[in-house]
């Protein structure tokens, strides 16, 4: 099934700064998906990133703080803004599409990010 | 926001024993799965059951779903001390405007003691 490595792995950042994420799938991917896990909770979806359009953002979450690219199929990239501690969380990828195994999704390693 | 609700937040059996974990969600689903995340490390598919289908079972994993009450279960028989981690269930379903998207419940912590 396809694999997806996403970089940096961790981070420390100070406030006020922004940090890209990105994201490459080693096969084309329909979807691509960016989650937020905040220390000891769930994942909850961020935006989904469209190829060759704007990314579809959840609730609560604003494409100035989370700009997200999608140049093509395999890649993605999502960059936290203006950093502040609250942003302190791990990030994750994920694709959805032909080769993505069993589950239709596959995720990449995660970024673990902590705002000092 | 999250689809589905956990239950329990925390788990902590003896080795050997079994665990058992819910999921309930809100809406309509293709499918629910269910993943093992280790110490805030990557996400591990587990099993998938569709919406269509009322148990599934691989290895020590059993699921059964019921979408009439739109919750399913996960029952892990046997634990091993190495079964320590968090479980999420996670619906997968169409979204307005199109396209899929996969919404996470709560999570599980589950602690397997020798």
């Known amino acids: 099934s396809a694999v997806i490595s996403q970089k940096p792995s961790r981070d420390i950042c100070q406030r006020g700064t922004s940090l890209t994420i990105q994201c490459q799938v080693d096969?084309?991917?329909?979807?691509m998906f960016w989650y937020r896990q905040q220390p000891g909770q769930s994942l909850t979806l961020i935006a989904t990133a469209n190829q060759g359009s704007e990314a579809t953002y959840e609730s609560g979450f604003v494409i100035d703080k989370f700009p997200i690219s999608r140049p093509n199929l395999t890649f993605s990239t999502l960059t936290v803004s203006n950093m502040s501690p609250e942003d302190s969380s791990i990030y994750l990828c994920?694709?959805?599409?032909f080769g993505t195994g069993s589950s239709g999704y596959t995720f990449g390693s995660g970024t673990r990010l902590t705002v000092v | 926001s999250q689809q589905g609700e956990e239950d329990p937040q925390a788990l902590s059996i003896q080795e050997g024993e079994n665990a058992t974990m819910n999921c309930s969600y809100k809406t309509s689903i293709n499918n629910l799965q269910w993943y093992r995340q280790n110490s805030g490390r990557g996400l591990v598919h587990l099993i998938l059951i569709r919406s269509n289908e009322r148990e599934k079972h691989s290895g020590r994993l059993r699921v059964t779903l019921d979408t009439s009450k739109k919750s399913s279960s996960l029952l892990i028989t046997a634990s091993r001390a190495a079964d320590t981690a968090s479980y999420f269930c996670?619906?997968?379903?169409?979204?307005?405007?199109?396209?899929?998207?996969?919404?996470f419940g709560t999570g599980t912590q589950l602690k397997v003691e020798l």
């Open positions: 096969s084309q991917v329909t979807m």
């Open positions: 996670a619906t997968d379903a169409w979204r307005t405007g199109g396209g899929n998207k996969l919404t």
């Open positions: 994920s694709g959805k599409g």
